[in-house]
């Protein structure tokens, strides 16, 4: 069983719709959660962090956490074309922050203008 | 400006070769990774540092061997290069004090063995 799953896609979304990512993790004392964004030829870029259950809003970013189903989503709102890129969901299995993640292959986005 | 830099952006060349990718970082950070992403996009750990240690070394060949001269420096040599260690290499840092904070990734190098 992989560590972090992700549906690989990819996901269209039409522009100005809700695209909506989900994740999850085999790890059952994972504590730390992390969405990034990687545009094709370019590095990972941190767009959401969360550590408790519930909700986290940034912008048009929610990322939603359920430790106890081993699950987390990243919701983005009123999609955009530069949405389109492939997003990573990481997880850190051994503890509280950042230090050894593991990542997910990650989820393809296009959005359709 | 660059946060993380890394050098070259790409390297070409043939098995049995040695080959070093250098990363910098003028963040102020005190903790270092090196990732391999393969075609597939996926991301893996290989190594880090938290002020010139070592604190994760994953199952990585030997023939990868990684050193940091400075907090601000950490390189990456692999010997004998294989077919197989063609991929996309991204040096980070991070602080981790207190453990939560961004890893901020470099450009990549694109490491194509012949």
């Known amino acids: 069983q992989k560590e972090v799953e992700q549906n690989s896609g990819p996901l269209s979304v039409p522009e100005g719709a809700i695209a909506s990512l989900n994740c999850t993790y085999s790890?059952?004392?994972?504590?730390?959660f992390f969405w990034y964004r990687q545009y094709s030829g370019k590095s990972p870029e941190l767009i959401m962090s969360?550590?408790?259950?519930g909700d986290k809003e940034d912008g048009r970013f929610t990322a939603q956490l359920n430790k106890a189903s081993q699950y987390v989503s990243l919701l983005i709102r009123d999609s955009q074309p530069s949405d389109s890129a492939t997003y990573l969901c990481?997880?850190?299995?051994?503890?509280?922050?950042?230090?050894?993640?593991?990542f997910g292959t990650g989820t393809r986005l296009t959005i359709i203008p | 400006d660059t946060a993380v830099s890394q050098t070259p952006k790409y390297l070409v060349t043939q098995m049995g070769n040695d080959k070093s990718i250098k990363c910098e970082q003028n963040?102020?950070?005190?903790?270092m990774y090196w990732y391999k992403q393969d075609s597939k996009k996926f991301l893996k750990i290989m190594f880090s540092?938290?002020?010139?240690?070592?604190?994760i070394n994953e199952t990585v060949p030997n023939r990868f061997s990684p050193k940091s001269p400075d907090k601000a420096h950490l390189n990456l040599h692999i010997n004998s290069l294989e077919l197989g260690d063609s991929a996309v290499y991204f040096c980070?840092?991070?602080?981790?004090?207190?453990?939560?904070?961004?890893?901020?990734f470099g450009p990549g190098t694109r490491l194509t063995v012949l």
């Open positions: 980070a840092s991070s602080h981790l004090r207190g453990g939560i904070d961004t890893q901020y």
């Open positions: 790890d059952r004392g994972s504590q730390s």
């Open positions: 969360i550590y408790s259950n």
């Open positions: 990481a997880v850190n299995p051994i503890g509280f922050g950042n230090e050894k993640l593991t």
């Open positions: 963040l102020g950070h005190d903790t």
């Open positions: 540092y938290n002020n010139k240690e070592l604190i």
